[in-house]
């Protein structure tokens, strides 16, 4: 899971604009807990080059724990949603609680 914060925050930090806000949504819904990442992108020199090895890795993470990942690569700006059952997440859920709230920590200091 830090893996996976890691990267998108990484992601954002290469190619977000920086003087525009980064919105994040977190809720349950339909027995799923739902985040929603996103962005406007900053413009890109073309010589950078992107493998998208980053959110091969966070698709993986995301399937590893049941969830799922879906991208929005628009134009000017980029929507990850990730989505987690409910389910799977009471089985263990201190590592869960342990996780998201490092996620929270882990976003408030990329913020500020």
């Excluded at 339909?30 to 020199?45: H, P």
């Excluded at 724990?65 to 997440?89: A, E, N, Y």
Aim: contains cysteine.
């Amino acid at each position: 899971m830090k893996r996976m914060m890691d990267n998108i925050c990484s992601n954002i930090q290469k190619y977000a604009r920086k003087e525009q806000p980064i919105y994040l949504q977190i809720s349950i819904e339909k027995g799923n807990l739902k985040i929603v990442f996103e962005n406007e992108k900053k413009e890109i020199n073309h010589e950078v080059e992107s493998n998208k090895i980053g959110l091969k890795s966070v698709n993986k993470i995301i399937e590893i724990h049941q969830g799922q990942c879906f991208i929005q690569d628009l134009m000017d700006s980029f929507i990850l949603i990730i989505t987690f059952p409910l389910s799977f997440i009471k089985k263990d859920f201190k590592y869960y609680a342990y996780n998201i709230r490092n996620l929270f920590s882990f976003i408030l200091l990329f913020l500020v």
